[in-house]
């Protein structure tokens, strides 16, 4: 019995497990360093992406969001308008989010939309650490600040200490209505191209409509390398290449799998099976030990995340990196298969 186990692995098998495994848990560990990198961004720089820039209203027309946002968002996605407001104990602040700019962890609920973050109903999204405030009246969840009672859409936060579940974010309205036109705003974005091409069109809607100063920040080959360096694109760039060593490593041993088992394809062939019927028995003796050893990989993974608190690993990232692996393993079987038997077939 250990002679045909010793075999079947000799044939292959235990190389294409620990190559599975290998892959499977980088797809992992990326996942979560990734998402663990962005939020502690987004922690570091209080909700902001980093490229965000300030611009001042002086005096204005109560209306004046009224006129300038549509015209605006008509023009632009994925871009922000934030009202910070005084507070000594945490960080309020009004926002307007119009696609997406920086989604921060949910513990329940949703984050601001531009519908919700633009509307006559005061609503909030509030860190983790006030929802001993929260109270409950016919199944909605309500906040207090001021005079104003919001309806709490959300709740966002991390499991380890952070700004963010400090925050209270509030609807645009309910800020402006709090705070008034007057006041120092900043414009967010994904990226700093998107900040002057959005800040350009803001600075030309609000001019002749409002006494304000918006800076549109200026953009260098100098400040380029500067944003690569520090939207953390070296890391990525390292992510990707050892994303592709494993997966060459991966091409070559299954190409060393299925030349092994190049008499028993022989054989299937000689037996009458057409090209669809071969397929197919390759794909069930190949997941099952792909399937392995992703497995595998996921129980490594866990064991990680609980010894290094640095690294925590969520079910998305495990979904993720199924997904991920599968499909790499797809692609590579498929093409090999392809080039080795449909395209380029060895006679026996």
Not at 50 to 77: H, K, R
Not at 319 to 341: C, P, Q
Request: overall charge negative; some cysteine.
């Amino acid at each position: 019995m250990i002679d045909n186990i010793m075999r079947k692995i000799s044939k292959g098998n235990g190389m294409l497990f620990a190559s599975f495994v290998a892959v499977s848990l980088c797809f992992i560990i990326i996942a979560s360093s990734v998402r663990t990198q962005r939020y502690n961004e987004m922690s570091r720089n209080g909700m902001y992406t980093g490229n965000e820039t300030s611009f001042t209203v002086f005096e204005g027309d109560d209306d004046l969001w009224d006129m300038v946002i549509p015209d605006l968002s008509a023009d632009w996605e994925d871009y922000g308008i934030f009202l910070p407001m005084e507070e000594e104990e945490f960080v309020i602040r009004g926002v307007y989010i119009n696609g997406e700019v920086q989604t921060p962890p949910m513990i329940w609920g949703d984050y601001f939309t531009a519908d919700t973050s633009l509307t006559s109903n005061p609503t909030a999204v509030i860190g983790a650490d006030h929802q001993d405030k929260i109270q409950y009246e016919d199944e909605k969840a309500y906040f207090s600040y001021g005079d104003t009672k919001f309806e709490v859409i959300g709740v966002m936060g991390l499991e380890r200490e952070s700004r963010v579940n400090n925050m209270i974010l509030i609807d645009f309205n309910s800020a402006l209505g709090i705070n008034g036109i007057a006041g120092q705003y900043y414009l967010d974005a994904k990226s700093k191209k998107d900040i002057i091409l959005v800040g350009t069109d803001l600075e030309r809607e609000l001019s002749g409509k409002s006494d304000s100063v918006v800076i549109v920040p200026g953009y260098s080959s100098e400040g380029f390398l500067n944003d690569i360096i520090a939207g953390g694109a070296i890391m990525n760039l390292l992510y990707v290449m050892i994303v592709v060593c494993f997966s060459l490593c991966t091409v070559l041993v299954t190409k060393m799998w299925l030349e092994f088992r190049g008499k028993f394809f022989a054989a299937l062939n000689l037996c009458g099976y057409n090209k669809g019927l071969m397929a197919l028995e390759i794909f069930k003796k190949y997941y099952p030990v792909t399937l392995c050893a992703y497995l595998t990989s996921v129980i490594i993974a866990l064991i990680i995340g609980a010894c290094i608190s640095d690294i925590t690993i969520f079910l998305t990232d495990i979904l993720l990196a199924f997904i991920m692996s599968a499909g790499l393993g797809l692609v590579i079987l498929g093409t090999l298969y392809t080039v080795n038997f449909v395209l380029f077939p060895k006679k026996v």
